[in-house]
């Protein structure tokens, strides 16, 4: 491949590429014939990309005077900003896509060699007019400056190299480019004028291997591309194979992962260095990363409070303050039951000081510590290069990117975030001072316009995009996406541009035509860049049907193509019908001093499933509660609990409720509720503190009701409030802890439990109780239980529903009760045993919370 290279590299020659890619796969294919002939050292060969050669032109000028400040494009950017911020009266708040697109604009005139007073002049609609004023604003502040963009360029070294103020080359060749613009060929004439020979990378012709091949959908055309990729590698070792994809910088990511599903069948189960063979030419935005968004999120707890979901997620992150352990995930439960607002750092340290001792929870805690520390001495503004320094320092304060070495892929990403930092400094250019709010948010700006991708030198297979292929040579290519819709592509004119001036001066895009010409060009060159080019075409996008794109010509296309997409790995192990037990792997029975947790639900799980009667009790899992917004309901019936604790926690009789005034019934309530709603309001903010208020209204009428309920039944005295039993049933030691337990005149008790939600029933219509929790409760104690209540407190109605005597239901009580209690015995001495199975019957809904440990579609089908 590149036969044309050595002779390209001779008579001092320089080889100027399209792209950066191009030029560093020259370099290493020159590096690998020198080690062919057994070289051990050789000059690196003169090889760069166009924008690259242009800087290094322009270092080689000879002036008397110095030549003008070059700006970055991160400078431009924000210079655009203020240019556009300036000439609109209500100014967006977030620009950067009007930004984009005059930036764009501007370099499209400068290519083009449009004269600006025209595209002035041509402006038409507030769009247009807005880009031509901010662009006059833009240009002043250069000149003023004696500044230069990069579309500036090619002109200056133009004018340079036609008063002889160029070191110039003896010879340069060109190689990759499908279309020169006018004010680059202007240069490489006037070069040529100065004696330098320009050559151009030699075009090849069609292969004579060149076929079409149709697929349902894309997803299925990107499968089969890769597994296509993994034929020819293994029919030929060492080959040199490319898949292009039209629309890869779209959605890069989902992309690459359909081309392993068929390059690499179970892809997932690898790890990172497995899924390097596939080496993707667009990557990803630098603050999708993890470790930059959690940088960045870092950064802005210094300035600004952050919600629930966000502190969660430094909680769960080993990348801010060392490892993530079991001390970091408690303090994560702990945040989760906490109302959601919006933390500040002192807030969130009082709300879990002293909750855990483990290392890596008093570490986290350390940093939270030292970033309410921080907050307190940021400046009021600074310069961006002072304030990369201080980004940077509180960063390492945090221990930020996390304990341990970096592999090679993290190693780049770090690099790359600190020479990001960098070009955030050298913005004190054109805008010398900021808030730390507004230089976080342009660092956050960078990020995300900045897209990384980490070198790798394991890549046997190339992802590509049209433009990114550009001059390079393989020995197997699939191009994809070959459509009629989408080949060739939608044509992108400027819009903040006169149309009828883009098609006097030929901008792209500017008529169809153009667009159609330059497509037929890119796709002819991709297809004769390879000894074997296989082309494809969805049938299908969404529900409109898709025929090949006219470009491609008369190809055949093969009537069963649909063999080479082997279709998702996933679903190859749903034809897997049947599961191997383990005969010797016994679940251990319960030790004597084992606890199982979850008390009298885990003893309800065993009667219905007891699977999740093992999972809850014995391996202590449990459902992680999701993070809501305002009140969760858990909490608002954890405050109607708590206030009906306080209220009785004295156990006074029926006859002392009843003799409470209605001021001092009240009263009672107001601080009962006081009590239950301080800790929680103290960390609330201004929306909380009213969703509180309202809350409290709320649960006083509540509160209200049930002792109205209570006031109405027989005679009782309150025996125990929220109390806590450790008791111990067949060979289960349990913790149970009750709501409440009522006294009746003749000594026999009354068990009660508070249900704030939905409306439960006690026994089900064939008189058997829905939930056994009350039943757990009634094996624990000595004295006989007449009854067993839930008090249903819900906004609609306040109802107590049991059965026992108080329920008007004493036949044969305590014989019903004795047969309860035997379940619930019985139900005991299994889980002593050790019970796994699986109930085969629930529905699929019970079932899936536990269904991927359980295996509990695979059972029931095999069952």
């Not at 997932?268 to 968004?293: I, K, M, W």
């Not at 961006?384 to 201080?390: F, H, I, K």
């Not at 004795?818 to 809904?845: F, M, P, T, Y």
């Amino acid at each position: 491949m590149y036969a044309w290279l050595p002779d390209a590299l001779s008579d001092d020659s320089e080889i100027v590429t399209a792209n950066r890619r191009l030029a560093r796969v020259l370099k290493a294919c020159h590096g690998e014939s020198r080690i062919a002939t057994g070289d051990k050292s050789w000059r690196t060969p003169p090889i760069a990309g166009w924008s690259d050669w242009l800087t290094r032109l322009l270092d080689s000028a000879v002036l008397d005077t110095s030549l003008p400040t070059r700006l970055s494009a991160q400078q431009c950017q924000v210079l655009w900003e203020q240019c556009i911020r300036s000439e609109l009266r209500s100014p967006p708040a977030n620009v950067n896509g009007l930004v984009r697109l005059a930036m764009d604009a501007w370099a499209r005139i400068h290519d083009w060699n449009v004269p600006f007073e025209e595209c002035r002049k041509s402006a038409f609609g507030p769009d247009q007019r807005m880009f031509a004023g901010a662009a006059s604003r833009y240009g002043a502040t250069l000149a003023n400056n004696n500044w230069i963009d990069d579309a500036g360029r090619a002109g200056l070294l133009a004018d340079l190299a036609g008063r002889q103020q160029l070191q110039l080359p003896r010879r340069l060749f060109l190689a990759g480019f499908d279309r020169i613009v006018p004010q680059a060929e202007r240069l490489i004439g006037i070069l040529t004028e100065q004696g330098v020979a320009v050559t151009r990378q030699p075009a090849e012709h069609l292969p004579a291997d060149l076929s079409l091949a149709g697929f349902e959908n894309s997803d299925a055309e990107l499968r089969a591309a890769g597994a296509w990729a993994r034929e020819q590698l293994e029919a030929r070792r060492g080959a040199s194979v490319a898949i292009v994809a039209g629309n890869l910088d779209d959605d890069a990511e989902r992309t690459r992962r359909l081309v392993l599903e068929g390059l690499m069948p179970g892809w997932q189960y690898g790890d990172a260095r497995q899924t390097a063979v596939l080496n993707v030419s667009y990557g990803r935005r630098l603050r999708e990363f993890p470790a930059v968004a959690i940088a960045l999120l870092a950064l802005r707890w210094l300035v600004d409070d952050l919600p629930a979901r966000d502190i969660s997620l430094l909680l769960r992150s080993s990348l801010i303050g060392g490892t993530a352990g079991a001390g970091r995930s408690r303090l994560e439960l702990k945040l989760r039951e906490l109302p959601d607002r919006s933390w500040s750092p002192a807030l969130l340290l009082r709300a879990l000081r002293a909750r855990e001792e483990d290392a890596d929870a008093v570490e986290f805690l350390r940093c939270v510590r030292r970033i309410d520390e921080q907050r307190k001495s940021i400046p009021r503004d600074s310069s961006p290069s002072r304030w990369a320094e201080r980004f940077d320092g509180y960063l390492a304060e945090l221990n930020w990117p996390g304990p341990g070495s970096l592999d090679s892929r993290d190693f780049q990403l770090v690099n790359r975030w600190r020479e990001l930092l960098n070009e955030f400094a050298r913005l004190e250019l054109v805008s010398p001072a900021m808030t730390f709010g507004a230089a976080l948010g342009r660092l956050g700006t960078l990020a995300a316009d900045t897209v990384f991708q980490a070198e790798s030198d394991q890549a046997v297979v190339q992802l590509l995009g049209p433009l990114e292929a550009a001059g390079m040579e393989f020995d197997r290519l699939w191009i994809s996406g070959l459509s009629a819709s989408n080949w060739p592509p939608v044509g992108r004119p400027s819009p903040l541009l006169a149309r009828e001036l883009q098609r006097r001066y030929g901008l792209p895009d500017a008529d169809p035509a153009d667009t159609a010409e330059y497509a037929k060009r890119v796709l002819a060159r991709l297809a004769s860049s390879a000894t074997v080019v296989q082309c494809s075409y969805p049938r299908t996008e969404g529900d409109a049907e898709q025929t090949p794109a006219t470009l491609l010509g008369e190809l055949p296309e093969p009537k069963d193509t649909m063999a080479l997409d082997a279709g998702w790995y996933a679903s190859s192990l749903l034809r897997r019908r049947s599961l191997l037990g383990a005969e010797d792997d016994p679940v251990p029975v319960v030790a004597a001093q084992e606890v199982v947790a979850g008390g009298s639900a885990t003893v309800q799980k065993q009667l219905s499933n007891p699977f999740a009667a093992f999972t809850a009790g014995r391996l202590g899992i449990r459902y992680v509660p999701v993070i809501s917004a305002g009140l969760a309901a858990n909490l608002r019936g954890n405050l109607i609990h708590d206030v009906l604790h306080t209220l009785y926690e004295g156990r006074p009789t029926s006859d002392e409720i009843a003799s409470w005034s209605h001021d001092e019934l009240h009263g009672r309530i107001a601080k009962a509720v006081d009590r239950a709603f301080m800790r929680h309001e103290r960390a609330a903010d201004k929306v909380l503190r009213r969703l509180f208020a309202l809350e409290r209204q709320r649960v006083q009428k509540l509160v209200a009701r049930v002792v109205e309920l209570d006031l109405g039944r027989s005679p009782f005295a309150i025996h125990g409030v929220e109390g806590r039993v450790d008791a111990e049933i067949n060979g289960v030691n349990l913790v149970l802890r009750y709501d409440r337990i009522d006294r009746l005149p003749d000594g026999e008790l009354v068990i009660l439990d508070y249900k704030t939600g939905a409306f439960k029933k006690f026994l089900q219509a064939d008189g058997h109780p829905r939930d056994f929790q009350l039943v757990v409760y009634a094996c624990t104690l000595a004295k006989d239980v007449a009854g067993l209540g839930l008090v249903n407190i819900d906004s609609r109605q306040v109802v107590l529903d049991g059965a026992g005597k108080p329920f008007g239901d004493a036949k044969d009580w305590h014989r019903r009760l004795g047969g309860w209690k035997a379940e619930v015995r019985n139900a005991a001495d299994v889980i002593s045993h050790g019970d796994v199975r699986v109930n085969a019957h629930l529905a699929l809904n019970d079932a899936r919370p536990l269904a991927l440990l359980s295996r509990f579609a695979e059972l029931r089908r095999d069952v």
